[in-house]
């Protein structure tokens, strides 16, 4: 039972979140009248000298520590001496402790993933804005549709990162709320400041209800459905990459440090970064879903069925940040073929080019979209391009069509005519560039 119980094995990374924690419950006690000035300080020092050892890996587990809380208390005492050490836990609960703990982990954790998220976010954007000369197909229903910048691809992603990015940051205030002082449920009896352990803690918020307090655990299940969310996104992007490194595309080489070698295949190149990104993205999902199954049933406020929070956070947060780490480097590292990509454009991806072209002579878009199809279909009964159709061709097709009908047949030309607010044009991948690396800075 004891090792069933025991949560000290992956509990113990919460330390430092332990000590803070502790030491500002002290000065609420010491403003209480329940520690001396001397108490107090002897306790700090205890506390400062607990957190000391689990950094050296000097801190030596005793069989019975069950948990960090525990773990630390016990090791204060033998510190300052059981008539000081034992004065802490007054008017506490682990039940407000760990949540409270839970608490200070998560916005340390959070703030350290929100930078790596920038970092990943300014190599894509970087990318995009240097990258913005190279063309390729667009794909719906993974068919060639039309030719957009590889910029405009890249910026897609973003677009999907930057919004994560929006979300993680209107997490922060919900995180940031203080159980401590809620005590087991009931809330102490002592008067203790919960505004000064707000102050000392750094929280935004107080939480109003004490058997709330120590039962709510929406912080953590939200945090993992945002790294769902945010997982969907990296699961798609590795997809693309996947798909764009395959020998049929071509249109990206992966970096060798993100690629490995076949054990037998020695001409092969396995984008092995991009598929464990992928895969991770079940992972994360998976954690998101047992934590929610575990709290469901459970009646109010405190019971040990949350203990069951750690590992899936943990792991959670974990995946998240190697993978956001990976996925830098993946981007930064990547190599393009430009070329690749600008061969596999054909004249086909214009046919919607030409409809346009028609609706600028005054031919109704339904009209156009037929005769531009008409196109399409003559130049495949005679296995050429549609550029490879001549001027009778065209005004056989409809007599608007004149000469400078061939100027449709330009690559560059097609994005740069996308050039409304959200499009392909080079001005417009620009201004992509500038939002997006406004909303890096949190502007
Ligand atoms: N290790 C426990 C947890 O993580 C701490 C709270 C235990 N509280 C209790 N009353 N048993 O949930």
Redesign the pocket.
Known sequence: MHEFNQ?LKY?KRMYAADVKGSIAFSKALLKAGILTEHEQAEITRGLKEVEQEWANGTFAIQADD??I?TANERRLSEIVGKDIGGKLHTGR???DQ?ATDMRIWLLDETAKVEGYLKDFLTVLVSRAEKEVDAILPGYTHLQRAQPVRWSHVLLSHASAFLNDLTRLREMVPRISVLPLGSA?LAGNPYGLDRELLRQELGFQSIGENSMHAVSDRDFIIEWLQWASLLMIHMSRLAEDLIIYSSAEFGFVQLADAYSTGSSIMPQKKNPDSLELLRGKSGRIFGQMAGFMMSVKGIPST?N?D??ED?EPLFDGVDSISASLRIAEGVIATLNINADKMAAALSMDLLATDIADYLVRKGVPFRETHHISGRSVALAEQRKVQISDLTLEDWKALSPHFTEDVFDVFNFENSVEKRNAIGGPARKMIQRQVDVARERIAGK
């Open positions: 949560s509990d069950e948990d809380h609960s682990r039940n760990v087991a405190y040990k949350l203990q750690k």
